[in-house]
């Protein structure tokens, strides 16, 4: 069974930076790209930054520039470094993955990121 962990949240200073993580646990056949989202209470949920399982990112006009997406294709894992963060950045992070077997993806449980201005 897939699981997904995140990790790396917490709180920063406007203008610092965090590095988050996702670990994947089990094979995930047929992965065709992984991404990380954000929720703040009482909004949908955003996409921030998607990654291809070849290694194309995409990222959210509000974070490009200052956040990078990365995946380590063997260890299930993929990484958002975010810089220069802002008082609009706080939300609660989610990974996903997403493959040909599940396209609605494999989600994480979130981990917190708190911005003080």
């Known amino acids: 069974q897939v699981q997904l962990v995140e990790s790396g949240g917490g709180l920063v200073q406007a203008g610092g930076s965090l590095r988050l993580s996702c670990a994947g646990s089990?094979?995930?056949?047929?992965?065709?790209?992984m991404g990380w989202y954000r929720q703040v209470p009482g909004k949908q949920r955003e996409l921030v930054a998607t990654?291809?399982?070849?290694?194309?990112?995409n990222y959210a006009d509000s974070v490009k520039g200052r956040f990078t997406i990365s995946m380590d294709n063997a260890k299930n894992g993929m990484y958002l470094q975010m810089n220069s963060l802002k008082p609009e950045d706080p939300a609660v992070y989610y990974c996903?993955?997403?493959?040909?077997?599940?396209?609605?993806?494999?989600w994480g449980q979130g981990t917190k990121v708190t911005v003080s201005s």
């Open positions: 996903a993955a997403f493959s040909i077997v599940r396209p609605g993806g494999y």
């Open positions: 089990g094979s995930i056949f047929g992965l065709n790209a």
């Open positions: 990654i291809t399982a070849g290694g194309l990112t």
